[in-house]
């Protein structure tokens, strides 16, 4: 079956902009994952899902980052104002409850 | 706070060698999640241990965990060129099954022909 795809797979964009990256998960995986991975390093956590409800949001790294998933299938991780700073890639992932996390195949965003 | 150390940082082996990649925390683990990644490319799970003790084989790949919980190793079986690639080794820090996985650095392995 399809696995968890994520749009745009590449994106450039000016500092002080607004950006949207999208995942679309494996079909009934009840989490959603969002990480965040610097060159070199593991990723790391942003926040998560189960079903439509935020669970934990703990990782995003300040109040210029949010995210949604509103019918508890696709998600959408929003940054304000882009940063500079913000420049990583964005990965996605999503589970069955108790199970392995399947990573979609990132996000890479470049802010100018 | 915690956190995941691998060793090696890197890794380069002939093909058909055999070698381990560990995996190793100051805490108790509540589940370890070892991926490949290639370049440009999303994380594969390969495995995922809850148990103490617990050791799970895939293909040429085996993955055991401690019976304390606190160190993991992967070990690949005659190595492939195919087998090259950027393993991590993730894990849930959180009892209860947050899923709010922390990631070691990565392993970088490499395969001579």
């Known amino acids: 079956g399809a696995g968890v795809s994520q749009s745009p797979r590449y994106k450039v964009t000016k500092r002080g902009q607004d950006v949207a990256l999208r995942c679309d998960p494996i079909s009934g995986h009840v989490s959603l994952y969002w990480y965040r991975q610097a060159l070199g390093q593991g990723p790391e956590f942003l926040t998560y899902f189960n079903y439509e409800a935020q669970q934990d949001k703990s990782g995003l790294p300040n109040d210029r980052f949010s995210a949604e998933r509103p019918e508890g299938s696709i998600s959408t991780l929003t940054i304000q104002r882009t940063e500079q700073r913000d420049s990583a890639m964005y990965r996605c992932?999503?589970?069955?409850?108790?199970?392995?996390?399947?990573f979609g195949p990132g996000t890479r965003l470049t802010v100018t | 706070s915690q956190e995941l150390e691998q060793s090696p940082q890197s890794l380069i082996v002939q093909e058909g060698k055999n070698l381990t990649i560990n995996c190793t925390s100051s805490?108790?683990?509540?589940?370890l999640y070892w991926y490949k990644q290639k370049y440009g490319e999303g994380l594969i799970f390969l495995m995922m241990?809850?148990?103490?003790?617990e050791e799970k084989s895939h293909e040429k790949i085996t993955a055991k965990l401690d019976e304390k919980k606190q160190q993991s190793s992967l070990h690949i079986t005659a190595s492939q060129p195919s087998h090259a690639g950027i393993y991590l080794c993730g894990a849930d820090p959180y009892s209860g099954n947050t899923g709010k996985l922390i990631f070691g650095q990565g392993t970088t392995l490499q395969v001579k022909p």
């Open positions: 241990l809850q148990k103490g003790g």
């Open positions: 805490k108790t683990l509540y589940g």
């Open positions: 992932a999503s589970s069955l409850p108790g199970a392995g996390q399947y």
